[in-house]
């Protein structure tokens, strides 16, 4: 496995169907594909679906009121702008589901991350950075490592993967100094 901003090798997918990435157009879906590609990496499958709170509600509220039904533990919903999707998801179903704001061309993302962050009491989304699908992605592998200890191993590795990198790019540093770490860089 590489960084977290490298590539990731996929694992083969054991487990049945547990987390579902759902974004509001098929513009989001760049943001979105490290939260696809860790959970595979991990060996998850997921369910991936372009459903829009604005143009497609009613679809988006069938696939909430059935999602624990067929199977869904978490949800990642990705949107932009007025970004609706995650917070409506939230409201139709119990599964916890994990807000992505996406970046918007307007406003950057801030419109994106408020709508989806400043939820009212009682239905809660959990929030990532703006463009922070590979943290949805993790977020959603903690979530179910969380009654999977092979999962749970494997987010453990993930991180430990990360720790090493960091300890062995100081070393270079130290050894370079800045100027020439930065010009092998
Ligand atoms: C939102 O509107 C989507 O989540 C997307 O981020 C944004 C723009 O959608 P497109 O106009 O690119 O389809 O619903």
Redesign the pocket.
């Known amino acids: 496995m590489n960084s977290a901003s490298g590539q990731l090798s996929s694992a083969k997918a054991e487990l049945p169907t547990q987390v579902a990435v759902v974004?509001?157009?098929?513009?989001?879906l760049e943001t979105l594909k490290p939260a696809i590609e860790v959970l595979t990496h991990f060996g998850l499958n997921a369910e991936v679906r372009i459903l829009?709170?604005?143009?497609t509600p009613l679809e988006m509220m069938k696939f909430a009121q059935e999602a624990e039904k067929n199977g869904l533990k978490v949800i990642i919903a990705?949107?932009?702008?007025?970004?609706h999707?995650p917070g409506m998801i939230a409201s139709l179903t119990t599964i916890p589901v994990i807000g992505v704001p996406?970046k918007?061309q307007s406003l950057s993302g801030v419109d994106?991350m408020y709508s989806i962050l400043q939820m009212p009491g009682g239905i809660p989304v959990a929030t990532v950075a703006i463009g922070g699908g590979l943290n949805a992605g993790l977020l959603a592998a903690q979530i179910l490592g969380t009654f999977n200890s092979k999962i749970n191993k494997q987010v453990a590795q993930y991180r430990q993967s990360m720790h090493n990198q960091v300890v062995s790019k100081d070393k270079k540093i130290q050894a370079l100094g800045a100027i020439e770490y930065l010009s092998q860089k």
């Not at 974004?23 to 989001?28: A, K, L, T």
């Not at 829009?52 to 143009?55: D, T």
């Not at 990705?78 to 970004?83: E, K, Q």
Request: charge should be negative; hydrophobic fraction near 35%; glycine fraction near 20%.
């Open positions: 974004m509001g157009s098929d513009s989001d829009s709170a604005h143009r990705g949107a932009g702008g007025a970004a999707l996406v918007s994106s």
